[in-house]
Nanobody, 124 residues
Framework: QAQLVESGGGSVQAGGSLKLSCEVS????????MAWFRQAAGKEREFVAN????????DYVPSVKGRFTISRDNIQTTMYLQMDGLKPEDTATYYC?????????????????WGRGTQVTVFS
């Protein structure tokens, strides 16, 4: 069974930066797309960004486009989310997810493996 572990969360002032990491271990098919989702208190989990297996294609929710950058290192089996220009509305628990196959989706139901999340708090 695959395991995904997020790290890099924390508290930061508005305008600051954080870099999240998601390390993949265990048994997982050879090709998988990955994504970041987030869930703020009292709200539903929402899509943030995804990246296909090769890293050649990425997608972002409009609210983070131009501020967040998703990337992956398949040798290190790690995915990243560089978050710049953070805003208080970015405060949430951030989850990484993996979808078997190379195609990346925005839909929660399409993802097969999930991490437990890392908290990001942005204060003004």
């Amino acid at each position: 069974q695959a395991q995904l572990v997020e790290s890099g969360g924390g508290s930061v002032q508005a305008g600051g930066s954080l870099k999240l990491s998601c390390e993949v271990s265990g048994r997982i098919p050879s090709t998988y797309a990955m994504a970041w989702f987030r869930q703020a208190a009292g709200k539903e989990r929402e899509f943030v960004a995804n990246i296909n297996w090769s890293g050649s294609d990425t997608d972002y929710v409009p609210s983070v486009k131009g501020r967040f950058t998703i990337s992956r290192d398949n040798i290190q089996t790690t995915m990243y989310l560089q978050m710049d220009g953070l805003k208080p509305e970015d405060t949430a628990t951030y989850y990484c997810a993996a979808e078997v196959g190379g195609w990346a989706s925005r839909e929660i139901a399409d993802y097969d493996y999930w991490g437990r999340g890392t908290q990001v708090t942005v204060f003004s």
